[in-house]
Structure formats: structure tokens, C-alpha cells
């Protein structure tokens, strides 16, 4: 996994923590146990730290970089999901980032709250805990339930028994020509 060094800050990852090989990590990130980071993934944090926090997974392609705020925080049990860009915010316990999903500057996404595929939430919105929010920008659409309150629940779990496969099933295989 490529981990940088920036101006003296290195990213710290707990053993119990997986990281993708192809996910790089740069600057003071920090990734607590069981939190996973996958394939493709950036976390730069050169303007501001980012911590990520226990049982967190942050998908394939995602982008996190830390703002100039205090902390950009991936909190326990969050999903930030495929391809979803989180720039200077705080993600609470167990809420879901949905697939291509934009979080900016000073926004709070509450606990187990879901940002829907797609939406963009603005710089300093704050969703509250539970809610469901879409669109862009987006707007607040009502509380998480039925299947989606089901995933946001569930997701956390998923996602660190399926770290946990990777981490024993993944091995490189060689090129073709290079065998």
C-alpha cells in the first residue's frame, strides 16, 4: 500500500485496520482498527489532518482530503461509498456517503444519516442524525427508512467481514509474459 511522508506528517494505520494495495495514503491520515480502505482510494491530508475511524470503510475511488479546518473525521461505522468525494467535513457513527456522493467543506453528516447517490452537500450544511438527504445541492428529503435504514444498519458489518476476506483472499497474480 503506498504510504507518503508529507513535510514530516506520516499516515498511521492500526494493525487491525486493512488498506488496499492500490489505496495511497498521504500526510497525517490516521485509520483506526477494523476500518478499511479500498482499491483506488485516496486520503491526502496536507492542508488538514484525517482520521478515520473505527470500523469506517472508505470505498473504491473515493477521495478524501483534509480541509483547513481541524480534522476532516470518518466516524465509527461510517460507509463513504464508491467514487464519493469527502473535502474538509465530519461524517458521524454509522451514517452512509451513497455511491459518487460529494461532501464539502465544514459540512456535519449526523449519525446514521444517508447521503443519497449522486447529491452534493454544500459547504457548512448540517444533516441531522437519521435523515436522508439528496440532491444537488442537497436538501434534507426525510428520515432513513425501510431498505435504506436496513443498509445504513447493516453496512458497517458487511463491510468489515468483507475487509477481513480481502485481507487473507487477495494476492497479486502475475502479468501476462511474467510468469
Given at each position: 500500500m503506498p504510504l507518503f511522508s508529507f513535510e514530516g506528517r506520516a499516515p498511521t494505520v492500526s494493525p487491525g485496520a486493512w488498506i488496499a494495495p492500490t489505496a495511497t495514503l498521504v500526510g497525517d491520515v490516521r485509520v483506526e482498527a477494523e476500518a478499511s480502505i479500498w482499491y483506488g482510494a485516496v486520503l491526502r491530508?496536507?492542508?488538514?489532518?484525517?482520521?478515520?475511524?473505527?470500523?469506517?470503510?472508505?470505498?473504491?475511488?473515493?477521495?478524501l482530503h483534509g480541509g483547513r479546518d481541524p480534522v476532516t473525521e470518518v466516524g465509527e461505522g461510517v460507509t463513504i461509498g464508491h467514487l464519493c468525494v469527502v473535502h474538509g467535513a465530519v461524517v458521524h457513527t454509522e451514517a452512509l456517503i451513497g455511491n459518487g456522493a460529494t461532501v464539502l467543506?465544514?459540512?456535519?453528516?449526523?449519525?446514521?444519516?444517508?447521503?443519497?447517490?449522486?447529491?452534493?452537500?454544500?459547504?457548512?450544511?448540517?444533516?441531522?442524525?437519521?435523515?436522508?438527504?439528496?440532491?444537488?445541492?442537497?436538501?434534507l428529503a426525510g428520515p432513513v427508512t425501510g431498505g435504506a435504514g436496513q443498509w445504513v444498519a447493516a453496512n458497517p458489518r458487511?463491510?468489515?467481514?468483507?475487509a477481513r476476506r480481502h485481507a487473507a483472499g487477495v494476492f497479486p497474480v502475475p502479468e501476462p509474459g511474467q510468469q
Open positions: 491530508a496536507d492542508f488538514g489532518p484525517i482520521l478515520v475511524r473505527r470500523g469506517a470503510n472508505v470505498q473504491d475511488g473515493s477521495v467543506d465544514g459540512a456535519i453528516v449526523g449519525p446514521r444519516a444517508l447521503v443519497a447517490a449522486g447529491a452534493t452537500v454544500p459547504p457548512g450544511m448540517e444533516i441531522p442524525e437519521g435523515m436522508l438527504a439528496v440532491g444537488v445541492p442537497a436538501r458487511v463491510y468489515r467481514e468483507l
